[in-house]
Nanobody, 121 residues
Framework: QLQASGGGLVQAGGSLRLSCAAS????????MGWFRQAPGKEREFVAATSRYGGSTYYADSVNGRFTISRDNTKNMVYLQMNSLKPEDTAVYYC????????????????WGQGTQVTVSS
């Protein structure tokens, strides 16, 4: 089970930190990712981290502004979002997969409920 939190309303240029708590499985065996879906658009990849956190992957649109991290001692994954833009407005989902796949939503087995991020201009 995945529980995302930390969304909210922020002005352009501001920052937010999303958190995702995982329970009920062996967290360290899971690739963790963040996806987002804006109204009228398909769900898109944002960021992912490998099982031990040694490797991270980002969509071009957020590279350099967002940072994904995980704490395997707490079964937590985070998404630090800086320099937010109005186009970052979306529902953000954390997700997990055991297939060692990073970019494709269809590879993820488990999904959180989503947290709304709204960036005003």
């Amino acid at each position: 089970q995945l529980q995302a939190s930390g969304g909210g309303l922020v002005q352009a240029g501001g920052s937010l930190r999303l958190s995702c708590a995982a329970s009920g499985g062996t967290f360290i065996r899971l690739v963790m990712g963040w996806f987002r879906q804006a109204p009228g658009k398909e769900r898109e990849f944002v960021a992912a981290t490998s099982r031990y956190g040694g490797s991270t992957y980002y969509a071009d649109s957020v590279n350099g502004r967002f940072t994904i991290s995980r704490d395997n001692t707490k079964n937590m994954v985070y998404l630090q979002m800086n320099s937010l833009k109005p186009e970052d407005t979306a529902v953000y989902y954390c997700a997990a997969n055991s297939a060692v796949s990073y970019y494709q939503a269809r590879a993820y087995d488990y999904w959180g409920q989503g947290t709304q991020v709204t960036v005003s201009s």
